[in-house]
């Protein structure tokens, strides 16, 4: 009852200690220090104490818990994520076990619609990733089954050598780049009106300077599934992500969460409590910043919001990500908030008749969000991970810390599994 009765819709309100940005009134001695609030620091202090009795003081350069997650009721009274929509999705048992300890989850099937130039310029709104009807709406083929789908395919596309089938993932380190991967895929006309001037807006590189991995994040089918995951599980958490957080961390005496807190500040000013292990989930070149080594290169993204009073049946767009693939717009996509089915009631209900999105547009600068995965990046990544490797007492972990595009799932799985294994190897001794 404790965990899931309380009725509020959006984040509880912290104490002023927690948002002090000061640590005299944390613990003088915990187990663990963990750097960042995100899901890699949270699923750490919650396994940490739970199984082990450890107790860890978590800090945090923001002013919420929930890292990149965090999502909030904003001023009209819609849900809404801080940092760009999170869908949730898994084949991981364990990570959905483990999730489902921390929230009421609703099924949720995402869908992604892209505003895309069909073969005589009119803009059509399709599905993404592309299914039949994309390509009869781009093409004005007919095509119906999957057989004359694949067979589109196999006469569109062009492979690397050695491939016969449609590559997908494990595999992806024989493929030279995403622009082999999507035009192994889907050849080159779909290939330039969903993937190449959208990579290019989205990273400032053409998927030819990127990794495979990116492009095979997306499904490739031959079917009518319209879904953007083929995931086992797909699903939100009914008061949303931050509130997972707060299950996990507020409820519990042995984590003491300090907000704006600086790491590196409070570390070159002496005022880290005494500490075990630490567990850093921040960028790994930040970290390593005296050794004067290249930066990591990271891309962000700027959300611009814009309310819309009265949009026609209650929505401004057709599903809740519409993504714009052709060069002429500047923004990469809209989130539209009010699709999601974890809306507070009064969503819910049609109260409220207006409507939030977010124009996402990419940024070389801003917060890092995702690693940018291409053989320079991974060749300096692996530069830092060996420093990482030898530095005493700390354990590096997470999206930003190990350089890995990780979606939520791989994110929970990641921090589980460190955990198994600092456990394992005796580097999780309760000092107290
Ligand atoms: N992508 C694309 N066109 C699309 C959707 C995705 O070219 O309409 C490419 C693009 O390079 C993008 C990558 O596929 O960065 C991964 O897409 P995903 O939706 O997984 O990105 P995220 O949600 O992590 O931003």
């Not at 915990?30 to 739970?50: H, M, N, T």
């Not at 929930?66 to 819609?78: A, K, P, R, T, V």
């Not at 048992?93 to 073969?119: A, N």
């Not at 495979?212 to 958490?237: E, I, N």
């Amino acid at each position: 009852e404790s965990l899931f009765g309380d009725k509020a819709e959006g984040p509880l309100p912290l104490s002023k200690d927690v948002m002090s940005g000061d640590t005299s009134t944390a613990p003088k001695k915990v187990d663990l220090l963990i750097v960042g609030a995100g899901l890699s620091g949270a699923v750490l202090a919650e396994r940490c104490s739970k199984e082990l009795g450890m107790t860890s003081l978590i800090i945090d350069s923001r002013d919420h818990i929930g890292g990149n997650c965090y999502d909030y009721i904003e001023s009209h009274g819609l849900r809404a994520s801080k940092y760009g929509a999170h869908l949730f999705h898994t084949n991981f048992e364990r990570v959905w076990e483990y999730v489902t300890q921390f929230s009421e989850w609703e099924p949720f099937d995402h869908r992604v619609k892209g505003l895309v130039p069909d073969k005589d310029g009119v803009k059509q709104l399709v599905p993404i990733p592309p299914t039949m009807e994309t390509v009869n709406t781009l093409f004005r083929t007919s095509i119906q089954t999957e057989e004359q789908m694949a067979e589109w395919y196999a006469q569109n596309r062009v492979m690397p050598a050695g491939y016969t089938k449609a590559p997908e993932l494990p595999g992806v380190s024989e493929l030279a780049n995403s622009e082999e991967a999507a035009l192994s895929r889907v050849g080159p006309e779909l290939y330039d009106k969903i993937f190449k001037h959208y990579t290019k807006k989205q990273w400032d590189k053409y998927p030819s300077e990127l990794d495979a991995s990116v492009m095979l994040r997306l499904p490739c089918r031959t079917t009518t599934d319209d879904r953007y995951f083929g995931d086992k599980w797909q699903a939100l958490p009914k008061r949303g992500y931050t509130r997972i957080f707060e299950n996990m961390l507020l409820h519990d005496p042995n984590i003491t969460i300090r907000l704006n807190c600086d790491f590196f500040q409070l570390r070159d000013a002496g005022k880290l409590p005494e500490h075990g292990l630490i567990i850093y989930t921040g960028p790994i070149d930040s970290y390593f910043a005296q050794q004067g080594m290249p930066k990591l290169e990271y891309r962000s993204i700027i959300f611009k919001e814009e309310w819309v009073e009265e949009p026609q049946d209650g929505f401004f767009q057709e599903a809740m990500v519409v993504n714009y693939p052709s060069p002429d717009v500047e923004f990469t996509r809209i989130v539209e908030y009010k699709h999601v089915i974890n809306q507070p009631t009064a969503v819910k209900n049609g109260q409220i008749k207006g409507t939030l999105l977010a124009k996402e547009f990419s940024s070389a600068t801003g917060d890092p969000y995702y690693p940018v995965p291409n053989p320079k990046n991974n060749e300096l990544y692996e530069k830092y991970r060996k420093l990482a490797e030898a530095e005493p007492g700390v354990a590096f972990v997470g999206r930003l810390a190990s350089y890995k595009y990780f979606n939520m799932d791989q994110a929970i799985l990641n921090a589980l599994e460190m955990f198994d294994n600092l456990k394992e190897t005796g580097k999780l001794e309760p000092k107290r």
